[in-house]
C-alpha cells in the first residue's frame, strides 16, 4: 500500500494566518492527490482533487500543489470555520489511502 | 441536490450480525462508485472497499477482505455494508461517500453510521 505522511500533526495558528500542511506519499504518485476538510461531529468534506483543483463551492484561499512524492495545502488568511482537521489522499493505486490528518486549532 | 442518506446509529454485542444502509438521490447511481471509509474513534480515515452500482463491480481494502461484505440494490439506489459476526473493534463511525472511481476522490459523503459493539 501507498503510506502517506502529513505534517505537521497539529498547528496552531490565528484567524488571518496563512498556514501550509504537507503530505508525502512513500512512492510517485503523479497528481492523484486529494484534500479534505473534517470538523468536529461531521463527514469529511473533499476540497481539493487531484492535487490542484478546488472543487466547487470551496473559496479560493485553499490551494493545493504539488506532484510525485510531495504536495501542500495551503490555507490563506485563515477563516473560523476553517478550524478543523484536514487529510490528504492518495488515488493513484488501489486501495487508496489517506494520510493520518493534521488537526488545526485556534491560538 | 446529490445526498447519501446513512442509516442510524447501531449498538450491538460481539458475534451478533448488522447491516448498515447509505441511501443515494440526487444523480444517476450507475455512473458512480460508493465508498465505506471507517474512522475509529480518536483516528484517521481507512477506506474499506467500494462498489460500482451498474453492475455491482466491487473491490476490498486487503485490511477488510473477508471482515465484511459490500453490497448494493440498484432498486432502490442503496449500498449496505454487513458484518456477519461483529467484534469489539468494529466500533466505529461508518461513512459511504460517492467515488468517480473505486479509489478516486469521494465527494459527497454520508452523514455517517455510529456503530458501537460492547457487551
Redesign the interface.
Known amino acids: 500500500?501507498i503510506q502517506m505522511t502529513q505534517s505537521p500533526s497539529s498547528l496552531s495558528a490565528s484567524v488571518g494566518d496563512s498556514i501550509t500542511i504537507t503530505c508525502r506519499a512513500s512512492q510517485s504518485i503523479d497528481t492523484y492527490l486529494?484534500w479534505?476538510q473534517q470538523k468536529p461531529g461531521k463527514?469529511?468534506?473533499?476540497l481539493i482533487?487531484?492535487a490542484s483543483s478546488l472543487?466547487s463551492g470551496v473559496p479560493s484561499r485553499f490551494r493545493g500543489r504539488g506532484s510525485g512524492t510531495d504536495f501542500t495545502l495551503t490555507i490563506s488568511s485563515l477563516q473560523p470555520e476553517d478550524f478543523a482537521t484536514y487529510?490528504c489522499?492518495q488515488?493513484f493505486?488501489?486501495?487508496?489511502?489517506?494520510?493520518?490528518?493534521t488537526k488545526v486549532d485556534i491560538k | 441536490e446529490v445526498q447519501l442518506v446513512q442509516s442510524g446509529a447501531e449498538v450491538k454485542k460481539p458475534g451478533e450480525s448488522l447491516r448498515i444502509s447509505c441511501k443515494t438521490s440526487g444523480y444517476n447511481f450507475y455512473t458512480y462508485w460508493i465508498a465505506w471509509v471507517r474512522q475509529m474513534p480518536g483516528k484517521g480515515l481507512e477506506w474499506m472497499g467500494s462498489i460500482y452500482f451498474a453492475d455491482s463491480d466491487t473491490t476490498y481494502s486487503p485490511a477488510f477482505q473477508g471482515q465484511v461484505t459490500i453490497s448494493a440494490d440498484k432498486s432502490i439506489s442503496t449500498a449496505h455494508l454487513q458484518w456477519s459476526s461483529l467484534k469489539a473493534s468494529d466500533t466505529a463511525i461508518y461513512y459511504c461517500a460517492r467515488g468517480d472511481t473505486a479509489r478516486g476522490w469521494f465527494d459527497p459523503w454520508g452523514q455517517g453510521t455510529l456503530v458501537t459493539v460492547s457487551s
Do not use: M, R
Open positions: 500500500d486529494n479534505y463527514a469529511p468534506n473533499l482533487y487531484i472543487q487529510y489522499q488515488s493505486l488501489a486501495p487508496p489511502t489517506f494520510g493520518g490528518g
